[in-house]
């Protein structure tokens, strides 16, 4: 399994924080050391934004295609620079959104590539929050247009701090040069995107179809919960298929069978939710993999594959319940 870049949000009861990762040291291959992530830096006041020096993209100078960029000519800015090498025309990027993006990372002054998710053709799904990416990413991507490249040049002070970072080979006194493909971003409104499916089973809940952010209505039926696991499309997305080792980036709600209390959503919390599928519950695991993102997937959960007689203490959960989520797919990560 990959090694993730992203600090992972648990949900209430839903996961356990649990690290995973390879062994590649490939600057291909994803690294916690040597990816966009905050470990190891300190918080810096909000830098001045400034439009250069910045060295050349010579080569894959097209959206989403490999960049190949110049060694640094000179020193560069004491400031974050940050150019829009290519206008989008999607939504804006607002600080603590989740942006897709494909990138590739280097020295200024060496041109060493210490880090690209061109290579292994799985595009970076991260929160430009405080404690979760370098400071450089979150203030130079916000206000950014998904489809839009970016160029930007991040002195020691917004990026990993003067101690550097030692396994990626980046030192203390290193300005570090990303190029960034937004492809997508996500927050707190984002929903499913596609085709409406029927629900025509009177014997399972019926979920709301809205598109707007806000939390979809869960109808559980007057009749006894299914014994077996039921993970039905209620939008049926267009993206990836959902492998079982995958991490995703959802929205979900949760409510009891048997009273139609809610007991757990994202969007009470205002806060979208990622999670490694081999970290959530058996139900969720089993009902999430083989669909689409960009789906919303009815899951009822029996109590052998949720938390059976050992519910999370204050959870509402009673012992042998059965669960009922709607889960909105974002993105795989």
Not at 23 to 42: I, L
Not at 201 to 213: E, F, I, R, S
């Given at each position: 399994?990959?090694?993730?870049s992203v600090l ?5 009861g839903?996961v356990t924080?649990?690290?995973?990762g390879d062994?590649?040291s490939d600057?291909?291959?994803a690294?916690d ?7 190891g830096?300190?918080a810096a006041?909000?830098p ?6 910045l060295?050349?993209i010579?080569a894959g ?5 490999k960049p190949t960029i110049?060694k640094g ?5 004491e400031?974050?620079a940050?150019k829009?090498v290519?206008a989008g025309?999607?939504?804006?990027v607002?600080?603590n959104?989740?942006v897709q ?7 200024w002054?060496?041109?060493k ?8 053709k799985?595009?970076?799904v991260?929160?430009l929050a405080a404690?979760?990416i370098?400071?450089?990413?979150r203030y130079?991507?916000?206000g950014k247009?998904?489809g ?6 991040v002195?020691p002070?917004w990026g990993?701090g003067s101690?550097?970072?030692e396994q990626?080979?980046i030192?203390?006194t290193?300005t570090?040069?990303f ?5 997508a971003?996500f927050?707190?409104?984002s929903?499913?995107?596609?085709k409406?499916?029927?629900?025509d089973?009177?014997d ?10 806000k939390?979809?209505s869960?109808?559980?039926?007057k009749?006894?919960?299914p014994t077996?696991?039921?993970a039905d499309?209620?939008i ?6 959902v492998a079982?080792e995958d ?5 979900y709600?949760g409510?009891?069978w ?5 007991f757990?959503?994202?969007y009470?919390?205002s806060?979208?939710?990622s ?5 959530v519950?058996?139900g969720?695991?089993?009902g999430?993999?083989g669909?689409?993102?960009?789906s ?6 029996p109590?052998?594959l949720g938390?059976?007689d ?10 042998d319940?059965?669960?009922v ?8 990560m």
């Amino acid at each position: 399994m990959r090694r993730r870049s992203v600090l992972i949000a648990v949900p209430a009861g839903l996961v356990t924080l649990a690290a995973c990762g390879d062994d590649g040291s490939d600057s291909s291959k994803a690294s916690d050391s040597a990816s966009p992530s905050a470990s190891g830096t300190s918080a810096a006041p909000p830098p001045k934004i400034v439009d250069g020096p910045l060295p050349a993209i010579t080569a894959g100078t097209k959206f989403d295609e490999k960049p190949t960029i110049a060694k640094g000519s000179g020193d560069p800015s004491e400031q974050l620079a940050v150019k829009t090498v290519i206008a989008g025309g999607g939504t804006t990027v607002a600080e603590n959104d989740y942006v897709q993006a494909n990138y590739l990372g280097q020295v200024w002054d060496t041109a060493k590539v210490f880090d690209n998710s061109y290579d292994r053709k799985t595009p970076l799904v991260i929160q430009l929050a405080a404690g979760a990416i370098i400071d450089g990413w979150r203030y130079g991507l916000a206000g950014k247009k998904v489809g839009s490249r970016v160029e930007m040049a991040v002195p020691p002070t917004w990026g990993y701090g003067s101690q550097g970072n030692e396994q990626a080979g980046i030192k203390g006194t290193d300005t570090l040069v990303f190029v960034v493909d937004i492809q997508a971003a996500f927050n707190a409104k984002s929903s499913a995107k596609g085709k409406n499916v029927a629900q025509d089973n009177t014997d399972l809940p019926k979920v709301g179809t809205n598109t707007d952010g806000k939390a979809p209505s869960i109808e559980v039926p007057k009749a006894d919960p299914p014994t077996k696991l039921v993970a039905d499309y209620v939008i049926e997305g267009d993206g990836e298929v959902v492998a079982a080792e995958d991490s995703v980036l959802v929205q979900y709600k949760g409510v009891l069978w048997a009273t139609g209390k809610e007991f757990d959503s994202s969007y009470s919390r205002s806060q979208l939710t990622s999670f490694s599928l081999q970290q959530v519950v058996k139900g969720w695991a089993e009902g999430l993999t083989g669909k689409k993102v960009g789906s919303r997937v009815l899951i009822v959960v029996p109590p052998a594959l949720g938390y059976g007689d050992s519910p999370p203490a204050g959870s509402g959960i009673e012992k042998d319940s059965v669960l009922v989520f709607s889960v909105d797919i974002l993105s795989k990560m």
